[in-house]
């Protein structure tokens, strides 16, 4: 079963707004990371934030990263229309399992 | 260098029949991951090579499913006997380190749309 689920599940802004997407986990992690996908074909590494990490910065990408809750955020700022994609937060377990658990996915799409 | 590459990009093939795809994974990456992602889904882990060490087949959903990885380098996913539920789209992905302390950052293949018709 999947472990991360994401929040909302489609996300619809007009260019240059703020997008917020959120991500929630069972197990306790070493690290949770973002990944992009276009087109429904590879996934695009965006951001990894350590288990013992509450914020992280890259660009436009702003993660941040709440154990206790379980629950971790993407925001990207100044949106644009090459934004439009699906995004997937993937946990790996502290537990020694490598495999990452990839949430469902958030459609964001972004309108010119 | 060139990231990981996967083929055939589309395989169309007939309920019943076997399949094989094919992964190169990034020169150098010891650890080689399959996942399957259905329509408008998530990714779901399939199978997993770290080394020489024994494969974690925790993914694999049934005994039809099968993978090899050749001198640590190319991956074979194989399907026996191929059924309409098994279209999807097989992604690949290597990463360099997956140790206890690792990042695990991996680096996907555009994947391999298969349809069974």
């Known amino acids: 079963s999947q472990q991360g689920e994401e929040d909302p599940q489609a996300l619809s802004i007009q260019e240059g707004e703020n997008a917020t997407m959120n991500c929630s986990y069972k197990t306790s992690i070493n690290n949770l990371q973002w990944y992009r996908q276009n087109s429904g074909r590879g996934l695009v590494h965006l951001i990894l934030i350590r288990s013992n990490e509450r914020e992280k910065h890259s660009g436009r990408l702003r993660v941040t990263l709440d154990t206790s809750k379980k629950s971790s955020s993407l925001l990207i700022t100044a949106s644009r229309a090459a934004d439009t994609a699906s995004y997937f937060c993937a946990t790996d377990s502290s537990q020694g399992a490598q495999k990452l658990v990839f949430g469902q996915g958030t459609r964001l799409t972004i309108n010119p | 260098g060139a990231g990981v590459s996967q083929s055939p990009s589309n395989k169309v093939t007939e309920k019943g029949k076997d399949v094989e795809l094919r992964c190169d994974p990034i020169s150098g990456h010891t650890a080689l991951y399959w996942y399957r992602q259905s329509l408008g889904q998530g990714l779901e882990f399939l199978i997993y090579?770290?080394?020489?060490?024994?494969?974690?087949k925790s993914g694999l959903p049934s005994d039809r499913f099968s993978a090899e990885r050749t001198g640590g380098s190319v991956s074979t996913l194989t399907i026996q006997r191929t059924q309409q539920e098994d279209s999807a789209v097989y992604l690949c992905a290597s990463s360099f380190t997956s140790g206890l302390a690792g990042l695990n950052t991996q680096y996907f293949g555009p994947g391999t749309r298969l349809t069974v018709l």
């Open positions: 090579f770290q080394g020489n060490s024994a494969p974690d």
